[in-house]
């Protein structure tokens, strides 16, 4: 049975059709919680919220974009207002993320050649700092970002999910990726610095 | 300079095989000659590529049933018993 017909039969009350799409998705929305809040608890109540929320609007879902882009979008909602009262990260514009911009983390006017970053740093080490830089940042950058590349969504189905333009979306995705690109540039900076 | 921020969004969705053919060769042209921006393209593709590499949390057996009870609760209030 293909999603679309699981959903139909969901919203007629066919609970073991639920059950299959939360087993498809459960992870998935697990993942993103932690990722965003660094912590198993924050998951589990970003999970929870995500799934009830579902069940109490399961007949409201018409199929304009896929059940997976639906199901996102509640729990972008469920991460919102579990973050809104903690002090998030905003980054700076795209321009100041490049060589030679105000403020850029490089300072220098050439970028620092990474080489294989794999040995200056292992690689619980690497995800610590890619988890932590994720964590500090704005949702607003790091939840875009993380559906495009970890959940593999399509630019598209990132708007979709954030009620946003596909423009702003890729901009805010780039700022992201710009981010993280630039405190692992310190890291491996710092690193290679410690060898010589 | 003023070249490379404009092409930054560009470079992106170069990287990510997302730009019209036409743009592309824009793209590579201006990478020829701008050693910034080819290496702008090495560490934004690895940047994901680290990101990727990293493990997925696997989801706690007892959150797993909790969930499942919590959703199977509010089901019955909605549909009647499942
Ligand atoms: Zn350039």
């Not at chain 1, 699981?6 to 066919?14: C, I, P, T, Y």
């Not at chain 1, 805010?172 to 690193?191: G, N, Q």
């Not at chain 2, 701008?34 to 290496?39: A, D, G, H, S």
């Amino acid at each position: 049975m293909n999603e679309k017909e699981l959903v139909k039969k969901a919203q007629s009350g066919d609970f073991e059709a639920f059950s299959r799409l939360i087993e498809k998705y459960k992870n998935k929305i697990y993942n993103l919680g932690f990722k965003l809040s660094g912590n198993r608890h924050d998951a589990e109540d970003i999970l929870q919220e995500t799934f009830l929320k579902a069940v109490d609007n399961i007949d409201k879902f018409r199929g304009e974009s896929s059940f997976g882009t639906w199901l996102y979008a509640i729990a972008v909602n469920a991460v919102n207002a579990l973050h809104q009262s903690k002090k998030k990260a905003e980054l700076k514009p795209i321009e100041d993320f490049l060589p030679g911009g105000h403020g850029s983390g490089d300072g220098a006017k050439e970028l620092f050649e990474w080489g294989d970053p794999h040995e200056l740093l292992e690689q619980k080490e690497l995800n610590r700092v890619i988890d932590d830089t994720l964590a500090e940042m704005s949702d607003k950058y790091s939840v875009p970002f993380i559906l495009r590349y970890y959940e593999d969504l399509s630019v598209k189905e990132v708007a979709d999910s954030m009620n946003l333009s596909v423009a702003a979306t890729k901009s805010r995705i780039l700022r992201a990726r710009l981010a993280l690109r630039e405190r692992l540039s310190e890291v491996f900076k710092e690193k290679a610095n410690e060898r010589v | 300079m003023s070249e490379c921020k404009k092409h930054i969004q560009s470079i992106a969705d170069y990287i990510d095989g997302e730009l019209g053919p036409e743009l592309c060769s824009e793209i590579e042209e201006h990478l020829k000659g701008c050693k910034n921006c080819r290496l702008m393209v090495d560490t934004l593709r690895q940047t994901v590529i680290l990101c990727k590499d990293g493990e997925r949390e696997e989801l706690p057996e007892s959150i797993s049933s909790k969930l499942n009870e919590a959703i199977k609760r509010r089901w019955e209030k909605k549909f009647g018993k499942a």
